[in-house]
């Protein structure tokens, strides 16, 4: 079905979704200058019965198949952002739901893998994006974009049993639950405010008590953005908080007309000065930990992250899934025990790779470069 489904298509749908055992489900929608991305459709495909697009524009049209999107098991392609906005739209998402970009992860390389990439690789197919950047806003829409959109949902299902059936090879299918699992817990419960200092570049040139200054800093913009559905940077630039975080200015005259526009100090000035000012009286204990560059923890990041990219391609898994940055920082700053690390890391983390990564952190893990293939 390329076209927008009817309302009695729509009500056709509901009964097929409520007793299907798994559908597929895509979105389109817009995220520019706002915090929340705006949902402009909604793709659903229910094996033998076919695709329907939704029209979440159009009154009540949602509402109609929610009751099925609920509960019955999803199948996602890096579905953080769809997850996001179907939670928005129905108040509730399915526990059950598996996503293409996770499974690739834990049997190739790859991650995030491209949605063509996958299709390619694992159905044989060669698929064009070109409709990625077009204009999901506007009505009505043209049939190339219809067919495109309802194209993403209608090959999910083929990619997710390839998919499984290569991680069940593996012995990982567990391990993939979980992990699709802990994927959708982060898009339905967001990590809390005062972490969103991590998404920032260039703190690795901050002392601990600057990047407390920075967290602060950060929170503070997280929480307004949200307030005003508005991208973050679009509220004070990274730029402006590192700045801040490196000079922890305690008086409107000392904040630099050349680092920090008029138009910023005007409308967010006060709340800056009373951010720093917050976290220089911290203590010591509560500055967030981190890797500082040119010392032993960057070195110990760099290693371990190493040490995941040859033994993720050995085993067929993605560093990138399994020792995401992030992560690679926490374990770098230290861990003290087996008990600790398997907290950080996660259950399936440590199923798959807990042995492994707990040996290196004991120092009982060399690394040597292969010797090269000699001939051809």
């Known amino acids: 079905m390329s076209h927008i489904a009817s309302t009695s298509e729509l009500q056709e749908a509901a009964a097929a979704i409520a007793e299907a055992d798994r559908i597929a489900i895509d979105t389109e929608f817009h995220s520019e200058r706002r915090y929340y991305p705006r949902l402009l459709l909604v793709q659903i495909h229910v094996p033998d019965f076919g ?4 029209d979440p524009l159009v009154k009540g049209a949602l509402e109609t198949v929610a009751e099925g999107l609920r509960t019955t098991p999803w199948m996602l392609h890096g579905g953080y952002y769809d997850i996001v906005l179907m939670q928005r739209a129905l108040g509730t998402v399915p526990d059950d739901i598996i996503d293409t970009q996770v499974l690739a992860g834990l049997c190739a390389t790859d991650f995030p893998c491209r949605f063509e990439r996958i299709a390619e690789r694992w159905l044989g197919m060669t698929v064009q994006k070109g409709q990625t950047l077009s204009d999901w806003s506007k009505r009505p829409l043209d049939k190339e974009q219809l067919a495109y959109a309802a194209l993403d949902a209608q090959l999910l299902p083929s990619m997710i049993e390839r998919l499984v059936e290569q991680v069940e090879s593996l012995g990982r ?8 699992r802990e994927a959708a817990l982060e898009a339905i419960d967001p990590p809390s405010v005062d972490l969103s200092w991590r998404k920032i570049r260039g703190t690795q040139v901050l002392h601990r008590q600057q990047v407390a200054v920075l967290q602060e800093l950060s929170g503070w913009r997280e929480k307004l953005a949200r307030q005003l ?10 730029g402006i908080l590192l700045w801040l975080a490196r000079h922890q200015p305690l008086s409107r005259r000392a904040l630099s007309p050349r680092k920090i ?3 910023v100090v005007k409308r967010h000035g006060q709340d800056l000065l009373e951010c720093v000012s917050r976290a220089s009286q911290r203590q010591e204990w509560a500055w967030p930990r981190h890797v500082r560059e040119y010392t032993r923890d960057a070195e110990r990041r760099s290693w371990l992250e190493t040490l995941a ?4 391609a050995k ?13 690679a920082d926490l374990l770098a700053v230290g861990i003290e025990s087996r008990d600790e690390q398997a907290q950080l890391i996660g259950p399936w983390r440590e199923q798959l ?12 893990v060399a690394l040597s470069i292969p010797e090269r293939a000699t001939g051809g």
């Open 51 to 54: 695709t329907v697009l939704v």
């Open 173 to 180: 299918l567990e391990i993939a639950h979980m992990a699709c």
């Open 229 to 238: 559905d508005q991208p973050a940077r679009s509220v004070v630039s990274d």
């Open 261 to 263: 526009p008029k138009g």
């Open 309 to 312: 990219r040859i033994d993720g």
């Open 315 to 327: 085993a067929s898994w993605s560093r990138r899934l399994v020792l995401p940055s992030w992560l």
């Open 353 to 364: 790779w807990g042995d492994r990564l707990w040996a290196a952190q004991q120092g009982q």
